[in-house]
T-cell receptor, first 113, second 115 residues
């Protein structure tokens, strides 16, 4: 069974540009989460989808970040316009309904120059 | 606010030896979960072990065990008979019961295993 997959694995963009990260959760997992780790800091929760609905978006840093999960399958996280401080690793994770274990992807490394 | 602290940025252990990674947390909640995640280089972060706060018995998974001290808010991970494949970043995490995916992580401990 495929795990959580993320694309791209690495991305280097210029300040002011737009980047879209994609996450494919484990098939059948209703819950999908985005986290990020800025260099030298803790991994921080961004938001949580249950199917296509945003259950909790309390961790989203500002309105330059837009997450979607149309159809309740894969999710995208768009950063527009990107700033230098957005550099870091963006993790996607998923879990089944009622499950306590969260499964993570390998992360998407974003570098804004 | 809940916080998780891992005081050891890096640790090193000799192959076949035992190592303990420290984690402390701060919360006013009484019902929560604690986790240790492992992320090998360029690999997925995987769950190593999980502890429910209401359980007094320390969780164990093969060579991995925890020392859960609820009153002291301490949750250390012991790796016995260390193997080269144990080299990774280890993250301690907390989740309040009912908060679903809002995990709170420590900064991580980078573990090196020497042959």
């Amino acid at each position: 069974e495929a795990g959580v997959t993320q694309f791209p694995s690495h991305s280097v963009i210029e300040k002011g540009q737009t980047v879209t990260l994609r996450c494919d959760p484990i098939s059948g997992h209703d819950n999908l989460y985005w986290y990020r780790r800025v260099m030298g800091k803790e991994i921080k929760f961004l938001l949580h989808f249950v199917k296509e609905s945003k259950q909790d978006e309390s961790g989203m840093p500002n309105n330059r970040f837009l997450a979607e999960r149309t159809g309740g399958t894969y999710s995208t996280l768009k950063v527009q316009p990107a700033e230098l401080e957005d550099s870091g690793v963006y993790f996607c994770a998923s879990s089944p309904s009622g499950g306590n274990t969260i499964y993570f992807g390998e992360g998407s490394w974003l570098t804004v120059v | 606010a809940q916080t998780v602290t891992q005081s050891q940025p890096e640790m090193s252990v000799q192959e076949a030896e035992t190592v303990t990674l420290s984690c402390t947390y701060d919360t006013s909640e009484s019902d929560y979960y604690l986790f240790w995640y492992k992320q090998p280089p360029s690999r997925q972060m995987i769950l190593v072990i999980r502890q429910e706060a209401y359980k007094q018995q320390n969780a164990t998974e093969n060579r991995f065990s925890v020392n859960f001290q609820k009153a002291a808010k301490s949750f250390s991970l012991k790796i016995s008979d260390s193997q080269l494949g144990d080299a990774a970043m280890y993250f301690c995490a907390y989740r309040r019961r009912g908060s679903q995916g809002n995990l709170i992580f420590g900064k991580g401990t980078k573990l090196s295993v020497k042959p």
